[in-house]
T-cell receptor, first 114, second 114 residues
Framework: AQSVAQPEDQVNVAEGNPLTVKCTYS??????LFWYVQYPNRGLQFLLKYITGDNLVKGSYGFEAEFNKSQTSFHLKKPSALVSDSALYFCASPGSGNTGKLIFGQGTTLQVKP | GAVVSQHPSRVICKSGTSVKIECRSL??????MFWYRQFPKQSLMLMAT?????????EQGVEKDKFLINHASLTLSTLTVTSAHPEDSSFYIC??????????FGQGTRLTVV
């Protein structure tokens, strides 16, 4: 079965430090991978996506993610965290094929402390 | 990015009544819309896939007579929770895609059944 996993329920970092939110995938074929962010009682905001091409993908708000095929990972990163980055982050994939029907990871709460 | 508007953002209703939630794509034609349900601090669970002009496809375990979905136009899909009960209280989120890009999410609807 195709799946997306986020192994950490919560990540805590100090403001100004680099952050990493982990994601691994198990999908057939060439994966399409997305990162979304959700603020309390809000919908999901698109951050970035990997379809093909460069393994390092740059997205909104200074976030980037690195696609690693050998490790089946797509970790979200930011060089310097802001308190306002505190939110719930989801990794997702439509599995095989480019559809909007997404398989979501469990979500990781990012807490950035001043 | 494209805009998807979901209305209402919050609704409180009495047990036994029905509630309609609207999802509109404001600046693109959404051939497919998706309805998700999210419990507190949990991931999004796909409820159904809605294609314009055809019947929705429900995920296993989702009661189609309870969660009525209509996708009458390329810019509007509605989810009606019929005879709502307290266990239907949840955060409902729609997403829409034109089929050639990533899905865009609405702001979500917090449904509370009392």
């Amino acid at each position: 079965a195709q799946s997306v996993a986020q192994p950490e329920d919560q990540v805590n970092v100090a403001e100004g430090n680099p952050l990493t939110v982990k994601c691994t995938y198990s999908v057939s074929g060439n994966p399409y991978l997305f990162w979304y962010v959700q603020y309390p009682n809000r919908g999901l905001q698109f951050l970035l996506k990997y379809i093909t091409g460069d393994n390092l993908v740059k997205g909104s708000y200074g976030f980037e993610a690195e696609f690693n095929k050998s490790q089946t990972s797509f970790h979200l990163k930011k060089p310097s965290a802001l308190v306002s980055d505190s939110a719930l982050y989801f990794c997702a994939s439509p599995g095989s094929g480019n559809t909007g029907k997404l398989i979501f990871g469990q979500g990781t709460t990012l807490q950035v402390k001043p | 990015g494209a805009v998807v508007s979901q209305h209402p953002s919050r609704v409180i209703c009495k047990s036994g009544t029905s509630v309609k939630i609207e999802c509109r794509s404001l600046d693109f034609q959404a051939t497919t819309m998706f309805w998700y349900r999210q419990f507190p601090k949990q991931s999004l669970m796909l409820m159904a896939t809605s294609n314009e002009g055809s019947k929705a496809t429900y995920e296993q375990g989702v009661e189609k007579d309870k969660f009525l979905i209509n996708h009458a136009s390329l810019t509007l899909s509605t989810l009606t929770v019929t005879s709502a009960h307290p266990e239907d209280s949840s955060f409902y989120i729609c997403s829409a895609t034109s089929g050639v890009s990533e899905a865009f999410f609405g702001q979500g609807t917090r449904l509370t059944v009392v």
